[in-house]
């Protein structure tokens, strides 16, 4: 009798932990879908009204400062508000160990860069075209990982590959139609700058997430402390950028020239969005961040309708619905023998343990299938 009491009470903490933890997945992920289609909206929204427009270099640069100012309260919480502590273990980790801090230099660089092409790209593109292309980063993250990580795809995964660029593709040539009366309508808005600059936002994330996977899988330090690491070189790279693109602008008019409720809104999404695909990442599996990402076009394709006008016809549905295919495919989980599992029950979808080793800590934070690292827009 007594051993059967112990077993039930031992089931107790476990069945617990799993319905939290179940809960904490559902949660982020309806997160998650709130604020890629927020962000992309809201950022196509500030950059369309009229009058004084901000310096979307100085924007750049103050989600850096949130994003690590947000990270340095979570190492101060972990080390239970040990102030003397956490600087000590701050000046060890950025400043002694310089060499493994300088490692992050070269994605900090690229998530610069693409922080502020996202900002060109949706002044220039309608954002449900915005949403559907930029899913293109799949594509070039998928390409980036069997170079420089030796990943190997399932036939799926290449399938869904295809589908994602002819998705893509059906797009574009469905907006290259309206292409003249929308320069009609906008004239400070160019087609072809947003184009160019969504694609080369996918080929830098892509390379940046890969690149920085491949160093968090070689470290034990957290993803809260290479944030940390990374919004160092942001802010920096940020100010120089800003420097040499508004520089005299800036100092004419002020850092916050423009700033109005609507953009702080935009910087806090934009700083938020980086740190929570660490907690989606923990808490959610492959197949239902797909549905977020896919349910995300969704809903910033009705809104555009709502707030811009978009006109949605036979052939954007049917570009996007490739691309919402393709995506879910991409990413099912794959089975032992290459081919893809199905859902797992909500008995098995709890937090798989971090893996024994080095790196494993970290290990528990990144996802099966190659994915934006957690500092980035998406």
């Not at 924007?59 to 972990?78: G, P, R």
């Not at 589908?163 to 469905?174: D, N, T």
């Not at 994330?205 to 160093?215: K, P, T």
Request: glycine content about 8%; overall charge positive; some cysteine.
């Amino acid at each position: 009798m007594s051993g059967g009491s112990s077993s039930k009470a031992g089931e107790v903490p476990t069945r617990s932990q799993s319905e939290a933890n179940r809960k904490l997945k559902y949660i982020s992920l309806a997160v998650l879908v709130v604020q890629n289609a927020s962000l992309i909206l809201s950022i196509r929204y500030v950059r369309t009204l009229p009058g004084d427009r901000f310096f979307t270099t100085s924007a750049v640069v103050m989600a850096e400062v949130l994003k690590v100012a947000t990270c340095l309260l979570i190492v101060l919480l972990q080390k239970r508000c040990a102030l003397k502590e956490t600087l000590w273990f701050l000046l060890d980790s950025v400043i002694l160990q310089y060499q493994d801090t300088l490692k992050l230099a070269v994605p900090s660089l690229i998530y610069t860069l693409q922080n502020n092409l996202q900002y060109v790209a949706i002044s220039n593109l309608p954002a449900a075209t915005f949403q559907v292309t930029y899913q293109l980063k799949i594509l070039t993250t998928a390409l980036f990982s069997v170079l420089m990580l030796r990943k190997s795809l399932s036939r799926v995964q290449w399938v869904s590959l295809l589908l994602l660029f002819a998705g893509v593709a059906i797009v574009q040539v469905q907006q290259e139609g309206k292409k003249e009366a929308a320069v009609a309508d906008a004239s400070n808005q160019n087609y072809m700058v947003g184009l160019v600059a969504v694609v080369i936002s996918c080929l830098s994330s892509g390379f940046a997430g890969v690149y920085f996977e491949r160093i968090l899988k070689g470290s034990s330090a957290s993803v809260w402390m290479r944030n940390v690491q990374l919004g160092i070189f942001g802010t920096a790279l940020g100010l120089l950028g800003m420097w040499w693109n508004d520089g005299a602008a800036v100092a004419e008019r002020g850092f916050l020239f423009g700033y109005t409720g609507m953009v702080w809104c935009v910087i806090f999404n934009q700083a938020f969005g980086g740190l929570l695909v660490a907690v989606v990442v923990k808490y959610a599996d492959n197949i239902l961040k797909g549905f977020a990402t896919s349910f995300s076009i969704i809903v910033s394709t009705v809104m555009s309708v709502y707030l811009f006008g978009f006109h949605v016809d036979l052939l954007f549905t049917a570009g996007a619905g490739l691309v919402i295919g393709a995506v879910y495919m991409y990413s099912l989980p794959k089975a032992p023998g290459g081919l893809p599992c199905p859902e797992p029950s909500s008995s098995s979808a709890s937090v798989e343990p971090p893996r024994a080793g080095r790196g494993g800590e970290m290990e528990a934070f990144l996802p099966k299938a190659p994915s934006p690292a957690a500092s980035g827009t998406d």
